[in-house]
T-cell receptor
């Protein structure tokens, strides 16, 4: 059974038209992450939540925002997508604390910007 | 700056061959190293390594960590076409988020 679920799996948007990607988890993990992965590149961390505490990576553009209304759900909002934002967006979870084990990934949401 | 390097970046083999993928790292206060397999979707977990010299095995896959020389290898024996994927190495520094390497793209030809 899927434990980290992302929707939609595929999203096509127009340049500048906002999109929201969602992630839900049944693992009750404290930490949720959003990664951006472009073709043939490693996943790049955008931000993460440790419970309700939001942690933004220094080089994450302001165009990217996130919300975590409860333990189970996390959203990625891209306010004005540009062509360079076309990528796979991966949500992942882990238990609290470093050394707490692996990241559990969702299936990803592939964003196309026209 | 924390860094993870993988080699080779891409590899083409034939079914039945054995392959060795490399991951070296420079991080502050190493906690763990993880290997993931990524096909055309999200990465799936293979191994987590925290101690030197202890081999982890799962079927035809195995992995080992050398904390003195700061590297890990992932071995795949008797490769199959289903092993074709990108193999990602990720390292967790103490108190920090995972740092991913660029991945090794493995293609197994029939």
């Amino acid at each position: 059974d899927a434990m980290v679920i992302q929707n939609p799996r595929y999203q096509v948007t127009q340049f500048g038209k906002p999109v929201t990607l969602s992630c839900s988890q049944t693992l009750n993990h404290n930490v949720m992450y959003w990664y951006q992965q472009k073709s043939s590149q490693a996943p790049k961390l955008l931000f993460h939540y440790y419970d309700k505490d939001f942690n933004n990576e220094a080089d994450t553009p302001d165009n990217f925002q996130s919300r975590r209304p409860n333990t189970s759900f996390c959203f990625l909002d891209i306010r004005s997508p540009g062509l360079g934002d076309a990528a796979m967006y991966l949500c992942a979870t882990s238990r609290a604390g470093t050394g707490a084990g692996e990241l559990f990934f969702g299936e990803g949401s592939r964003l196309t910007v026209l | 700056e924390d860094k993870v390097v993988q080699s080779p970046l891409s590899l083409v083999v034939h079914e039945g061959d054995t392959v060795t993928l490399n991951c070296s790292y420079e991080v502050t206060n190493f906690r763990s190293l993880l290997w993931y397999k990524q096909e055309k979707k999200a990465p799936t977990f293979l191994f987590m390594l925290t101690s030197s010299g202890i081999e982890k095995k799962s079927g035809r896959l195995s992995s080992i960590l050398d904390k003195k020389e700061l590297f890990s290898i992932l071995n795949i024996t008797a490769t199959q076409t289903g092993d074709s994927a990108v193999y990602l190495c990720a390292v967790e520094p103490d108190g920090q988020n995972f740092v991913f390497g660029p991945g090794t793209r493995l293609s197994v030809l029939p």
